[in-house]
T-cell receptor, first 112, second 112 residues
Framework: QKEVEQDPGPLSVPEGAIVSLNCTYSNSAFQYFMWYRQYSRKGPELLMYTYSSGNKEDGRFTAQVDKSSKYISLFIRDSQPSDSATYLCAMRTTGGSYIPTFGRGTSLIVHP | DAGVTQSPTHLIKTRGQQVTLRCSPKSGHDTVSWYQQALGQGPQFIFQYYEEEERQRGNFPDRFSGHQFPNYSSELNVNALLLGDSALYLC???????????FGEGSWLTVV
């Protein structure tokens, strides 16, 4: 079992839809949770990060962490064709290694 | 302000050859990490350099080596290339071990 699991998709939605992207993990020591967006043939770009449990909102994006279920989500409201990309979750512990562990990414397609 | 820059952007090598990839971190960043991203997979951590020393290493063979220079720029060297080394190689920079890491556009390596 991988430490971080993420459905590769693709997830295809119409413009304006609410998108839900998810990851599960097995390491209960993970405390920092991050979401990256990666456009085709480009490097990943950090969208948001959260510490421990709870929600964090930034514009159309909301990150949610449920540590009891070892489950994190990224919600995108009013999705746009420009949101079409691969979304990678990543997470790390607070001590020891500061290196994040990445999921394999979910491909999102928002069609007009 | 230039972000993380990597060179070359694309290259093709033959099995058994050696390759050197280069990275200049974002201005003010002192920590450089290298990742390998195979098609359809998330980035896999290779190693991290800080103060010209390899600080952490992922599960990669000794064929993968690196260097960090006094100006914080870095190189990744891969010897005895295998077909399985074909991937996108990403450089990421940060200020020490902060969560906000910035990725470059990557170097696409194809081994034939």
């Amino acid at each position: 079992q991988k430490e971080v699991e993420q459905d590769p998709g693709p997830l295809s939605v119409p413009e304006g839809a609410i998108v839900s992207l998810n990851c599960t993990y097995s390491n209960s020591a993970f405390q920092y949770f991050m979401w990256y967006r990666q456009y085709s043939r480009k490097g990943p770009e950090l969208l948001m990060y959260t510490y421990s449990s709870g929600n964090k909102e930034d514009g159309r994006f909301t990150a949610q962490v449920d540590k009891s279920s070892k489950y994190i989500s990224l919600f995108i409201r009013d999705s746009q064709p420009s949101d079409s990309a691969t979304y990678l979750c990543a997470m790390r512990t607070t001590g020891g290694s500061y290196i994040p562990t990445f999921g394999r990414g979910t491909s999102l397609i928002v069609h007009p | 302000d230039a972000g993380v820059t990597q060179s070359p952007t694309h290259l093709i090598k033959t099995r058994g050859q050696q390759v050197t990839l280069r990275c200049s971190p974002k201005s003010g960043h002192d920590t450089v990490s290298w990742y390998q991203q195979a098609l359809g997979q998330g980035p896999q951590f290779i190693f991290q350099y800080y103060e010209e020393e390899e600080r952490q290493r992922g599960n990669f063979p000794d064929r993968f080596s690196g260097h960090q220079f006094p100006n914080y720029s870095s190189e990744l060297n891969v010897n005895a290339l295998l077909l399985g080394d074909s991937a996108l190689y990403l450089c990421a920079s940060s200020v020490d071990n902060q969560n906000t890491i910035y990725f470059g556009e990557g170097s696409w390596l194809t081994v034939v």
